[in-house]
């Protein structure tokens, strides 16, 4: 690997090291630094811990993705263009119609569609789809990253595991158990 993508800002690879426990001291150095530090290392190094956030397991899936685009990088103007048609997605599914978005025809929306579908980071587009999949004959796969699809993952099991709280009318006397 030549070098670290510049997508990839300072804190996602102190994160990154930090994660991976990689023995770099990372305070008080620029991010160009950081990236040579931790390319050398990875060159160096040939065993890593294997991480489940990440979906990593070995060296060659560690260089595969720092070489890529950051997939939780989106920029400013194209977030707001996807938000955009995510939206106009969420309203063509609740009214039915194409009365009030900004799509001429079925063939556009859908052409919209595949196109937001790579940024499911954003919970509008996982949103708009998931409904456009259950008004729409045609399913649309929504592309998330390995880190936000362990974090829903999470966020599932933690849900299933609450207690049901039902609520009953009457006086109740609420104590703390010592």
């Known amino acids: 690997m030549k ?11 102190i994160e ?5 426990k990689i023995d770099i001291d990372y305070f008080d150095i620029t991010k160009t630094k950081l990236s040579k530090q931790l390319l050398k290392y990875i060159n160096d190094n040939e065993t890593f ?8 397991n070995n060296k060659n899936e560690l260089i595969d993705y720092l070489s ?17 048609i995510a939206k106009n997605i ?4 609740n009214q039915g119609c194409f009365h009030n978005t900004s799509f001429i025809d079925e063939y556009e929306m859908i052409d919209c569609a595949n196109y937001i579908k790579f940024y499911g980071d954003i ?5 708009a789809l998931i409904t456009l999949n259950k008004k729409y004959t045609e399913k649309f796969e929504i592309h998330i990253s390995p880190k936000i699809k362990f ?3 999470k966020k599932k099991k933690l849900k299933r595991q ?4 039902t609520f009953k009318y009457g006086k109740f006397t609420l104590f703390e158990k010592s």
Not at 49 to 56: G, K, L, M
Not at 123 to 127: A, G, I, L, Q, S
């Open 151 to 153: 974090e829903l993952e």
């Open 3 to 13: 070098e670290i993508h510049k997508s990839f800002s300072k804190n996602d690879m």
């Open 123 to 127: 919970p509008t587009v996982r949103r």
């Open 162 to 165: 609450r207690p049901i709280v």
């Open 49 to 56: 811990t294997p991480n489940i956030e990440y979906f990593i």
């Open 16 to 20: 990154l090291i930090e994660v991976f």
């Open 68 to 84: 890529k685009p950051n997939q939780l990088k989106v920029s400013t103007y194209q977030k707001k263009e996807i938000m955009y």
């Open 90 to 93: 969420l309203l063509y599914c």
